[in-house]
Every structure is written in C-alpha cells, then in structure tokens.
C-alpha cells in the first residue's frame, strides 16, 4: 500500500516523542506506520559480521518496544518494521520512496541547529534531502537521553 506513514526510529527521546506523533498521524489518516531503523556499523576493525547481527538484535529489540507502545498510543494503526541495513539517513529516505510515504516524521534533539548539521544530524538530513512532508517532533525539554 502506498501512503505510509516513516517514521525513523532509534529508541531514543527524541524517536519516542516522534513516534507518538506519527501514530497519531497515522491514525487520523489511516494510514499504516513504518518503523524505519537504519544501522551500518563502523567497517574499521573487527569482525563487521558479528557487528552487523549485533546492532541488528538490539534494532529488532528497540523496533519491537517502538511498536507496542505505539499500540499502546492507538491500537487501530497498522505499525510494520523494517531494520535497513544503511546509515540512518538513508535507510529512512529510501523507505519512504519505497512506500510512497504520504510523510516522514524524525525526532529532533535539543542540540541546535549548528551541533547537528556538525555532527551529521539524521534530522538535519532528511529535512533538507527529502522531497515528501517532513514532520519534526522536537525531544522534550527535560530529556536526557
């Protein structure tokens, strides 16, 4: 089905805050949710296989508490997963071309604009890379993740 809600998802605050924004969405269009979590791990040393499975059994694990609480927002929305292996960016971006996603909606931290855009924000980036509707949901004040 084309149409889907992305949300890129990581567990953290600011994805947490999202996520209960794009259920929302997601319901008052019914439409489905699409819990994007993109990992590529550092290719410098080390056996990257075993990397690899890792971080993807901690994404499986983060993905499947996104999508009870997201059950837990609104029960009716549909909620899929999708673990990318890619960079976070990417991974979200790609995902949303290939469910012709009515939006995608990210997670912002408290940084600032000038941290993230340094630090290669994921927010950063699908913001000004996208060519869909972005919906940035902005970490509580009181985060500390």
């Known amino acids: 089905m ?22 929302t969405v997601a319901g008052a269009f019914s439409r489905p949710l699409v819990l994007v979590f993109g990992f590529e ?8 296989r075993d990397l690899r499975h890792a971080v993807r059994e901690v994404g499986e694990k983060i993905t499947a508490e996104g999508v009870q609480d ?27 071309d290939e469910h012709d996603a009515f939006a995608i909606v990210v997670g912002a931290t408290n940084r600032g604009p000038f941290t993230g ?10 913001v000004h890379r ?16």
């Open 2 to 23: 084309a149409g889907e809600i992305v949300l890129g998802y990581d567990g953290q605050v600011a994805s947490r805050a999202a996520l209960r924004s794009a259920v």
């Open 41 to 48: 791990p550092n290719p410098l040393g080390g056996e990257v």
């Open 70 to 96: 997201a059950k837990a927002v609104n029960p009716a929305v549909d909620v899929v997963v999708e673990l990318v292996d890619d960079r976070p960016a990417e991974a979200i971006l790609r995902a949303a």
């Open 117 to 126: 855009a340094l630090l290669g924000s994921v927010t950063y980036q699908i």
């Open 130 to 145: 996208s060519t869909r509707p972005v919906l940035v949901v902005p970490a509580p004040d009181d985060a500390t993740d």
